[in-house]
């Protein structure tokens, strides 16, 4: 006759709960001994910026696909985002600056949720603002909202020349109920070892933008749009995959009845992923 283990008592379940986060807590400090090791190897902390949106990107797209249990995604996502933006920290220290004009609760929970509270946040009406912030500084990173905002103007056309170029697009791994789903685009001086180009983002003037030219656009691929009085035309910035070239893009304007009067390379990003209702990652 074979003799039912008993079960764990609530003080045994205790005790293993304290051994799992003395273990935790070992594993951040092993994790903060590396950093400084790196710190010494690599002289990040003089270099100006500790960014590597590439791999992060694929930290948060590995996370995903191995989580399981009754852990919320969100909290396990939250909690690796702000080891690595802390961490970041520790490396280079920077300042996060965030366009609150799309909205002040929505970004701070974007800001808050991808950084914690250890890096400094400091807010700008505009994305003006947060642009020459990141271009006047050694490292820091800027968030501004990756949609129109009403009444703004084209900051893109800003990252033209040399200086600040967008780095990254956020959240890397995309959900309906994200609980920091305003997506954004992070701004920073690029380090040329860090630059991820599965999307490039250009800077695209037109003459005759029109509805059917917006919605041609639209069909192909995401787009920002700020119309220009001026020859009926608009600043675009337009996101740019590597499986499609910007030939193509510049084709599908002109069929539309728009003509290009100036591009230029603003930036790239990690491609999105996106969790579906059943919990599949897809690419994006």
């Known amino acids: ?59 948060m797209r590995r996370l995903v696909e191995r989580h399981h249990g009754i852990l919320p995604l969100d909290t396990a996502e939250s909690i690796w985002r702000v080891i690595i ?50 271009a006047a500084s050694k490292g820091d990173l800027g968030l501004v909202p990756a949609h129109a905002v009403a009444g703004a103007p084209a900051w893109w056309t800003a990252l033209e020349g040399d200086g600040p170029k967008i780095i990254a697009r956020l959240p890397f791994v995309e959900r309906a109920d994200h609980p920091a789903g305003l997506p954004v685009y992070a701004i920073a001086r690029p380090q040329a070892d860090a630059l991820v180009t599965d999307v490039s983002m250009w800077s695209i003037r037109v003459s005759g933008w029109s509805a059917k030219a917006a919605q041609a656009l639209a ?28 030939t193509d893009v510049i084709a599908t304007l002109t069929a539309a009845g728009a003509s290009v009067r100036s591009q230029a390379l603003v930036g790239s990003h990690a491609r999105r992923y996106t969790v579906a209702a059943d919990g599949k990652l897809a690419a994006g």
Request: charged residues 20%; without cysteine; glycine residues 8%.
């Open 219 to 246: 069909a192909m691929t995401e787009a920002v749009a700020v119309p220009d009085r001026a020859l009926d035309g608009a600043a675009l910035l337009v996101a740019v995959p590597q499986d499609m070239p910007l």
């Open 85 to 134: 933006a802390t961490f970041t920290y520790v490396q280079a220290p920077f300042k996060v600056h965030a366009d609150m004009s799309a909205g002040d609760a929505a970004m701070r929970d974007t800001a808050r949720f991808h950084f914690g509270f250890t890096v400094p946040f400091v807010t700008h009406i505009g994305a003006g603002g947060v642009v020459a912030a990141v």
């Open 1 to 59: 006759m074979t003799t039912k283990a008993p079960s764990p008592s609530l003080a045994d379940l205790r005790a293993e709960i304290d051994r799992i986060d003395a273990q935790m807590h070992t594993l951040l400090m092993e994790r903060g001994e590396i950093i400084g090791t790196l710190i010494n190897v690599k002289g990040t902390a003089d270099s100006g910026s500790a960014f590597r949106p590439a791999r992060e990107a694929d930290m």
